[in-house]
């Protein structure tokens, strides 16, 4: 991986990119057999510990390429779920980012003090990415399983197809392309709305004005309180949502790993993109 995204932006540092990760860059996706057999467990129930969430919570989730990756695994791969949709969502990953947006949120808003002068610090990792740490153990000679004795050459095969994930970021592309950070775009060049930053770029500015604080941490609070309602729409008994909801995961993961991904794969010409369901003026109505 590179620290430096097609086009623009800055590269990444050893010190930042120590703990952060370097932004997933325009491009394909590629995930190793080895990446998709420790997801495919995380997946399964490593989130539900509450020593994980702590891990996580200071790690600020995943570093960008396996935050794409975590989504990626389980929107290819879950294939029965509960909910209208039924399977190929991203169930697990709402409910760990949707506790992500408020940790930084509330850090955000946090008036500077004595013992807190820099609150925008919460922006930043004091942990390394849990995948990283074990993609990163030394090699052990002989079969390694995955999660139920499953086949993982052939679940990564299928994850590396993206076809559910690019159907989601395809689907939603009308709300979600004014939406991104403007240093991770391309076409925009960081000329942009400095509140929608992703959270590296926003780093990268810090110390941030209160006022900017308080904007980035209201859309935040903003995108939680849609991927709430998508994650119940995941349930037994949620109400189905919307493409306002649909797109919430999107903005989440943009916001936390940068926009990379979805912007590859939303390739087809802008003028036919969709605006699912006639809603890109409805986003926070």
Not at 27 to 52: C, K, N, Q, T
Request: hydrophobic residues 35%; aromatic residues 6%; negative net charge.
């Amino acid at each position: 991986m590179t620290g430096q995204r097609n086009g623009a932006g800055a590269a990444g540092t050893p010190q930042r990119d120590r703990l952060t990760g370097p932004l997933v860059p325009l491009g394909p996706l590629e995930l190793s057999v080895e990446e998709v057999r420790l997801l495919w467990s995380f997946v399964h129930g490593d989130i539900m510990d509450a020593g994980m969430r702590r891990l996580l919570r200071s790690s600020l989730g995943l570093c960008p390429r396996h935050t794409w990756a975590y989504a990626v695994v389980e929107v290819e791969l879950w294939q029965v779920g509960a909910g209208s949709r039924g399977g190929h969502q991203p169930f697990d990953v709402t409910i760990l980012y949707e506790d992500l947006l408020e940790h930084v949120a509330d850090g955000l808003d946090r008036k500077r003090s004595l013992l807190r002068p820099h609150p925008d610090d919460v922006l930043v990792p004091v942990g390394p990415c849990r995948i990283c740490l074990d993609t990163g153990l030394p090699h052990v000679p002989g079969l390694r399983m995955g999660y139920a004795n499953s086949n993982t050459e052939a679940l990564t095969a299928e994850a590396n197809t993206l076809i559910h994930t690019t159907t989601w970021c395809l689907e939603t592309v009308g709300l979600w392309r004014d939406r991104v950070c403007p240093d991770c775009d391309p076409g925009v060049h960081g000329a942009g709305d400095p509140s929608l930053r992703c959270r590296f770029h926003l780093s990268q500015h810090r110390p941030l004005p209160e006022d900017l604080r308080q904007r980035v941490a209201s859309r935040l609070r903003e995108i939680r309180a849609r991927m709430r309602h998508l994650t119940n729409s995941m349930t037994d008994y949620g109400a189905s949502v919307g493409a306002a909801e649909d797109t919430s995961w999107i903005e989440a993961m943009g916001f936390f790993a940068g926009w990379g991904l979805p912007l590859y794969l939303a390739t087809t010409v802008e003028s036919s993109w969709p605006e699912p369901e006639g809603r890109a003026s409805g986003i926070g109505d």
